[in-house]
């Protein structure tokens, strides 16, 4: 299927626009495996905290509460047999990634703060509709669901809709396509039956008037 016949006459693959590295491999599940266990994964996290009650904080407290419990019993019961302590990895943070987490958040904290003083100032008339249009949907969105439901729908969606796309997109981007060349020729004749027709009636009242 050539180019002409594509969506947006793209030049480049579903993969390569998704980037072509590890993300897109997950979400056009050329990695089933790893693919699947982040579905599993996320769906049993889901049920743990729709299901049971808990909470994201009672759940990480519970859980290094747990952690922390099974190495300190560890560690006392290897000294005390002379076993070797739990393998750790070495926990520390150097000033050089601190520094690049720092200039990263602080980047993207100014462009966010440079580009609500455009709003606030009404410099920048599209991006304030922009960003209304994204906060009213969230709010729509967010009083049909929770959040939590809401992250593994749109987990699905991600890593279900483009493996789909790739694999039918000869038969969406036609049909897609042709439907929109319908819409065109619909378009047309409602502008030139009724739209021109007004314009006409508008016309000839100013020229009366």
């Known amino acids: ?38 579905l599993l994964v996320t769906l049993a996290a889901w049920v743990v905290f729709e299901k049971s009650g808990y909470t994201l904080l009672s759940l990480v407290s519970n859980v290094l509460l747990l952690l922390i419990g099974i190495l300190f019993l560890w560690a006392k019961s290897a000294a005390i047999l002379n076993r070797p302590a739990p393998p750790l990895p070495e926990l520390y943070l150097s000033e050089e990634t601190v520094n690049e987490m720092g200039a990263f958040i602080r980047a993207h904290v100014n462009d966010i703060l440079s580009a609500s003083k455009d709003i606030a100032l009404g410099k920048d008339a599209r991006l304030f509709f922009k960003v209304a249009g994204y906060l009213l949907l969230i709010s729509v969105v967010g009083g049909l669901t929770d959040f939590l439901t809401l992250g593994y729908t749109s987990l699905v969606v991600v890593l279900t809709v483009p493996a789909l796309y790739e694999r039918y997109e000869d038969y969406i981007d036609s049909y897609t396509i042709l439907g929109y060349r319908k819409m065109q020729q619909l378009y047309v004749k409602f502008d030139s039956k009724f739209v021109n027709r007004f314009r006409k009636w508008i016309l000839e009242k100013q020229k009366l008037s």
Do not use: K, P, Y
């Open 1 to 38: 299927m050539g180019s002409s016949n594509r969506l947006f006459n793209r030049q480049r693959t579903v993969h390569e626009i998704l980037g072509g590295g590890l993300v897109a491999d997950v979400m056009l599940w050329r990695r089933g495996n790893l693919t699947m266990g982040i």
